[in-house]
């Protein structure tokens, strides 16, 4: 099983279009966060380490969410779609085995993507002086990788069963209901009737990545440590992971 996650991880960093959207990230990030000066919020000038830490950090997240889909939309699919589901259960490895190595090979390559990132981080850092963080860039980094790891696995087990453009809408609706958590939490909390329900249940199981964001953001600024959304996002990463054990397909 190990060779099926370290075979998966392989095949989705040698893809050329994964480098192509990193790059494009970190370049935008670099130029957004640098160069500050007609950057504004609100109609608030923007400007200064501490204030561009959340900006560069969201930039960042958006970036390695995106790869997070990309990297995770046709790894089980392709595996279908080439017959290769055949070749390898026929060697022993059972169906559950199976699901949790490819999608286990995409949360390494999620990860993978959010520690490429954490260099254009580095520069950041020291474009505004602070090279006494560099060290702390890469807790940051981790931080921010629970979301893409929560995104990899979800889209992963959503591919099992749904077509690649529908786990693909999931993916990004997952992505935006996370973004948009706390003001989705909100809003349920004041409706009522099924719709609010529903909304209720549904933000249960995706994390609060705009809060796991903020955690990886004052680690950066120095701030105190709320680890409560980063553990709930490694427990919903554990259900999805274990959802692999009971979400087959028809070929399988």
Known sequence: MCALIINTFREKIRNKT??????????LMLVLTTNNSHLTINGRKVAGFEQMVPVALSIMGFIACLLAIMVSIQTIPNEFERRTTHLVLVRGIKPWQYMFALTSGNIAAGIFCILLLSFSLILFCLF?????????????????GV??????AAVSVMTIKLPVFAAGIGGVLIYAAGILHGILD?????????????TKILLFFIPDFAAIQGQASAVLVGSPLDLQPVAAGLLLIYLFLSLTFITFRREV
């Open 186 to 198: 909100a809003l349920a909390a004041t409706s009522k009737g099924f719709t609010a329900a529903l």
């Open 147 to 152: 979301n893409s790891a929560f995104l990899c």
């Open 18 to 27: 994964f480098y192509i959207v990193l790059i494009i990230g970190m370049v």
């Open 128 to 144: 505004y002086g602070k090279f006494y963080l560099i060290p702390s860039v890469f807790l940051c980094s981790l931080l921010l």
